[in-house]
């Protein structure tokens, strides 16, 4: 089966490589221009707070300084949002978290920016601060945004759950709570704005989502979208990150570029960056399910409350993403499912890898774990008697219509770690200091967007008269591999080596929108529209070769860098000979690829519908060691294994996989942006804690290809699913090894000695222990 | 406080006699002085190693070093790393792992592992490990760097 392709599913260097092992790769920051000027905010001193005064006549006075800019300058639209607009370019008379931004300044040098900034006067009334969501949602609140803190109530609703209830045996209730995590991409956000010729801007920077940057700049501005021109620098990782963090420094320094003339650069500190940038929901999560003693499930509920921070952002599509995979890849009849979303003064929260998926796995296969222990299953054997099959009606009452893997992946994540063994083993082993213990988790995942949105991208192929072949997409790239993903693909149709194939950075003015590059939906959704557009140019070729050779165009193939007879394998004339006679004869030597994806549907008010039009499948498997004087736990073997569909590019996918795991294993062990009072805690890597080289394992990765003819090639995605298994895989070894379940993650040293968090209080340590006993 | 600082290195093999300020750091000068770009900002407090070069062999947080005490050293930065269009076998390596994701750790990366087989022809695992744990990478999970690392082509 592997041997069809000659690109698919091979070792290629990535197309984007060289330039960034040389150190030629230019990210945001690594463009200057002559006379540009610096960018800088002032932020605001309080989480919640009415603006009274803002002075900035000091500041104008300062020597270098070109502009200051506040609300009242903005041209066109003050606020921007995809879902709600509400999201402050800059704050006129209220603020709502240490993040906003209330003016900006732009000068000759950064250090006349910080001081500048300095002689801006605010006089602020403070606001009560709420900084906790259940709080928010009370009645009598003081809402943040119109007259209510609640944004988003998502809702499931199949069969009759009181029913289910009835009809169990017994019931277990959980609570689970998640953290505020910071996406850590390591390369801070930047832009450079410049003023285009003739009017407009152009700005090249960190952006991940392009389209709805340029959307929400030409609204600040009041332009058309053709006068605004976004291009992307490399992208020094992004993970759901650079949305709309970047919109509104995309609007803010087109803002200064527009009013001086002249380019304006604006990079963001570390600490900037974590303060002002938005994180992972923390959810509050309520999960109640009835069984019987057999193991099945006959009822589950749960309610879910989501932090959304300051503004609405991705709240109203993470939250519908968790609502229909609240309940896992598990068979049951009543289910009823309530997510909401509620405003508060911390950091907004949004877009990140996983995108509502982590929280929910996190309860749902701790719960898993919580009932198979009722019923003295083991772990594996609980998943296996519910999870889906081929043809499993999800709670959604989506009739699932591809290869549903789950029980695949789970046997080959168990087989590869010992699992049930060592599961058995270290349970009945008490005795000792360190204790080891196996842990599994097990999901399904939708792809790309589903009933969210409008779900369509463009790939172009642009064939030069040399054989030389340039393509470029509305599909960004920011590390996963996108560009070296559609060039496989439009390597692979046009039958010719990688070598020949240059991408181009995504630029908003020479391809169509094509929606974000999230949802992992860049190798499926610009894969095809890449593998579209090749088979244009291919056509034409061919029909050139035959008129050039003489003969039927279904005689003929290219491959190789060739131009073929399929027959006899014989080479006709090479690829560069045909494309220089394709442009001799005036024929068309680019594709524009287009993929709309096959349909969903959803019903808002009874929760039921085609959530997504395909779905794959994950397990996880770890074995830790848990240190029961410290509460260290050390990870010390780990099993990722994903059915992606296809593997465009094996070494890719793994890559994917094994980042994945890393992200997962901070947010199980180590990440938690806290957030007190509305002030953040952590604003750099030396106290927000990732993953290191030494904190990670060796991770055994095994790749499932159950080929999707959804996808390009068969390819579905891999991106989010690997990131969203790893936290509840450790939070149920930890259960194996010490018999203790936590409720809260990340499972750092106090939650795991401790069995809870603590907070910092200013006090010595060893007073915060005598407390605590 | 003096205006600037006068001094005299090596950076790539190349001599440079350069004016800087006193309390800029040796990223800024590579940065924003010699258009040495490939070299990162990160956190500038030495947290995520995206700013590593080599002084004198030794990987160094640039942002953590002042300018002014490379006077007299010898310095690499990413740019250096190659020879002409020559890879280093380290770069030729990353490639073939599939070790650079964003990129945006990757010269920093590069700097730490060359100060380790420098001096190491043949690293354990555990030692590569050790040697990139201040290099940060949110990407890979360090997997294909260390791979990379280990399986560096023999010339």
């Known amino acids: ?773 | 406080m003096r205006e600037s600082v006068g001094i005299i290195a090596t950076i790539n093999k190349k001599k440079y006699e350069i004016e800087v300020a006193p309390n800029t750091t040796l990223l800024d000068v590579l940065r924003d002085q010699l258009g040495l770009t490939g070299t990162k900002r990160g956190c500038e407090i030495g947290e995520c190693g995206a700013c590593t070069v080599l002084i004198d062999g030794q990987a160094v947080n640039s942002c953590l070093v002042l300018a002014a005490q490379i006077d007299g050293h010898e310095i690499v930065t990413i740019e250096g790393l190659a020879d002409g269009n020559t890879l280093h076998p380290l770069q030729e390596s990353f490639l073939d792992h599939d070790a650079v994701h964003c990129g945006f750790c990757t010269p920093g990366m590069l700097m730490s592992a060359k100060a380790l087989v420098d001096g190491d022809i043949d690293p354990s695992e555990e030692e590569i490990r050790i040697a990139i744990s201040g290099n940060l990478c949110r990407c890979s999970g360090y997997q294909q760097i260390v791979d990379a690392v280990k399986e560096i082509p023999k010339k």
């Open chain 1, 1 to 773: 089966m592997g041997s069809k392709h000659k690109i698919i599913g091979k070792p290629e260097r990535r197309v984007d490589a060289w330039g960034k092992v040389t150190g030629r790769a230019k990210f945001a920051e690594d463009y200057s221009v002559a006379h540009q000027l610096w960018g800088k905010v002032l932020r605001s001193k309080h989480p919640h707070a009415k603006i009274l005064r803002i002075d900035t006549t000091k500041a104008e006075t300062l020597p270098g300084v070109e502009a200051i800019v506040t609300a009242r300058d903005i041209p066109g639209s003050k606020v921007f949002g995809i879902v709600v607009k509400n999201q402050q370019i800059l704050c006129e008379d209220r603020v709502r978290y240490l993040g906003d931004g209330i003016a900006l300044v732009a000068a000759r040098s950064r250090e006349i920016c910080e001081e500048a900034v300095a002689l801006i006067e605010i006089d602020y009334e403070p606001l009560p601060v709420i900084s906790d969501p259940e709080e928010a949602l009370k009645p009598g609140a003081l809402p943040i945004h119109g007259d209510k803190n609640e944004f988003v109530h998502h809702k499931v609703c199949k069969g009759d759950v009181e029913k289910g209830f009835a009809e169990a045996d017994f019931i277990i209730e959980c609570t689970f709570k998640t953290q505020f995590v910071e996406h850590s991409y390591i390369e801070p956000e930047a832009v450079l704005a410049e003023p285009a010729e003739q009017g407009g801007v152009v700005i090249t920077g960190s952006v991940q989502n392009l389209f709805s940057s340029r959307r929400s700049v030409a609204e600040a501005l009041n332009l058309p979208l053709s006068r605004v021109q976004i291009i992307q620098a490399t992208l020094g990782g992004s993970f759901g990150g650079k949305d709309e963090v970047m919109t509104s420094m995309c609007c803010r320094a087109a803002i200064l570029a527009t009013k001086t003339g002249k380019p304006v650069k604006m990079v963001n500190s570390r600490e900037e960056s974590m303060l002002e940038s938005y994180k992972r929901h923390p959810y509050v999560l309520y999960y109640k399910w009835g069984a019987k003693h057999d193991g099945s499930i006959t009822a589950m509920e749960v309610r879910c409350i989501a932090d959304g921070g300051a503004y609405a952002s991705m709240s109203p599509f993470v939250t519908w993403r968790s609502v229909v995979q609240a309940t896992g890849p598990y068979c049951c009849e009543n289910v009823k499912t309530d997510i909401y979303a509620a405003y508060t003064n911390n950091n907004y929260t949004g877009a990140m890898r996983g995108f509502g998926s982590p929280q929910v796995n996190f309860a749902i296969e701790s719960m898993m774990d919580e009932l198979a222990a009722k019923v003295g299953m083991n772990p594996l054997e609980i998943r296996m008697k519910n999870g889906f099959e081929n043809g499993a009606v999800t709670a959604t009452g989506q009739k699932l219509t591809h290869t549903v893997s789950l029980k695949e992946v789970l046997t080959k994540a168990a087989q590869e770690i010992g699992f049930e063994a060592k599961w058995q083993k270290y349970r009945s082993l008490k005795s000792g200091e360190k204790k080891r213990g196996v842990g599994l988790a097990c999901s399904y995942r939708g792809v790309s967007l589903g009933a969210e949105g409008t779900d369509a991208a463009e790939t172009i192929v642009s064939v030069q008269t040399d054989g030389s072949v340039i393509v470029s997409s509305g599909v960004t790239d920011m590390g996963q591999g996108a560009q070296t993903q559609m060039s496989q693909i439009a390597a692979e149709v046009l039958g010719i080596t990688m070598d020949r194939i240059q991408f181009l950075n995504t630029n908003t003015s020479r391809v169509a929108d094509s929606g974000p590059t999230v949802a992992s939906r860049g190798t499926i959704m610009g894969g095809t529209a890449a593998k579209n557009a090749a088979e244009k140019v291919k056509t034409t070729l061919l029909e050139v070769g035959a008129a050039m050779i003489g003969c039927d165009v279904g005689s003929l193939d290219l491959a190789e860098n060739y131009l073929i007879n399929v027959k006899t394998n014989e080479r006709l004339a090479s690829f560069s000979e045909l494309c220089a006679e394709c442009f001799r004869k005036g024929k068309p030597m680019m594709g524009f690829g287009w993929h709309h994806s096959p349909p969903t549907s959803w019903d808002e008010e009874h929760g039921q519908g085609d959530a997504y039009f395909t779905f794959v499948y994950g397990a996880n498997a770890t074995e830790v060691e848990v240190d029961t004087e410290t509460g260290k736990v050390n990870v010390i073997d780990f099993v990722s294994v994903h059915d992606v569909g296809k593997a465009i590019n094996r070494g890719m996918v793994i890559g994917q996989m094994c980042g994945g795991v890393a992200m997962g294993l901070g947010y199980g062990l180590l990440e938690e942006f806290e957030i007190e009072e509305g002030v953040p805690k952590q604003l750099n890597f030396d106290e927000y804690l990732i993953a290191t080289a030494m904190d990670v394992p060796r991770i055994r990765t095994i790749i499932v290809e159950n080929e999707d003819p959804a996808g390009p090639f068969g390819a579905k995605s891999v991106g989010e699913p690997t990131n969203e298994l790893a936290a509840p895989a450790i939070v149920n070894a930890i259960f194996n090894a010490t018999g203790r379940r936590l409720y809260e993650i990340p499972a750092n040293l106090e939650r795991v000695l401790l069995g809870h968090k603590l907070t910092r209080t200013g006090k010595r340590g060893s007073e915060v222990k005598a407390n605590h006993g």
